[in-house]
């Protein structure tokens, strides 16, 4: 069965650094993409960014380059979103998905960040 | 990058009533074109790849259709589990664009 299990609601303040993982089972993770996604409180679907954790090839669309990072450790199935400094306009709901197109999405984790 | 608009904002239909659902690509995507469906406090679900291709598992009231520029979702007879907010997003060129979404509600 394929999933894509994410790391837990995070709250956090501004400035701080924060890493959410996405970990993939039953399927070949190191040959598929995954990507990110955003979803700000109560908006639409907003495309982060995509890594092939084979050779961890990475693609950010310009409306979040610079700002987060994307990573994969391909030995133990893990996919990655990373902050060095966070800001309140970071508060959303992430998610991860294989593809594209997306047929399995992690379950969401919610980043909250407040000063 | 390409922009993707999906009409209407709001799709307000009874059920059982045919609903159609637009997106338009701000240039051509050829035929790589999803729709997902998301329903409150969850993630969002495949429903079509491929512009026309229905995903594992959805139901056949579910299709759709176009190539290029135009795309088309459409629901043959709405249940009220299909009352949720659809996207379309294009994964020809990264990045992936999502359309804004279209709310089908009752």
């Known amino acids: 069965e394929v999933q894509l299990v994410q790391s837990g609601a995070e709250v956090q303040k501004t400035g701080e650094s924060l890493r959410i993982s996405c970990k993939g089972s039953?399927?070949?993770?190191?040959?598929?993409?995954i990507a990110w996604v955003r979803q700000m409180p109560g908006k639409g679907l907003e495309w982060m960014g995509m890594i092939y954790p084979r050779d961890s090839d990475t693609r950010y669309s310009p409306s979040f380059q610079g700002q987060v990072t994307i990573s994969a450790d391909k030995s133990i199935n893990t996919a990655y979103l990373q902050w060095s400094s966070l800001e309140a306009s970071d508060t959303a709901m992430y998610f991860c998905?294989?593809?594209?197109?997306?047929?399995?999405w992690g379950q969401g984790t919610l980043v909250t960040v407040s000063s | 990058e390409i922009v993707m608009t999906q009409s209407p904002a709001t799709l307000s239909v009874s059920p059982g009533e045919r609903a159609t659902l637009s997106c338009r690509a701000s240039q051509s995507v050829s035929n790589n074109l999803a729709w997902y469906q998301q329903k409150p406090g969850q993630a969002p679900r495949l429903l079509i790849y491929?512009?026309?291709t229905t995903a594992t598992g959805i139901p056949a009231r579910f299709s759709g259709s176009g190539s290029g520029t135009e795309f088309t979702l459409t629901i043959s007879s709405p249940q009220s589990e299909d009352f949720a907010v659809y996207y379309c997003q294009q994964y020809n060129n990264w990045p992936y664009i999502f359309g804004q979404g279209t709310k089908l509600e009752i």
């Open positions: 998905a294989r593809g594209p197109p997306y047929d399995y």
């Open positions: 039953g399927y070949s993770f190191s040959n598929t993409w």
């Open positions: 491929g512009a026309s």
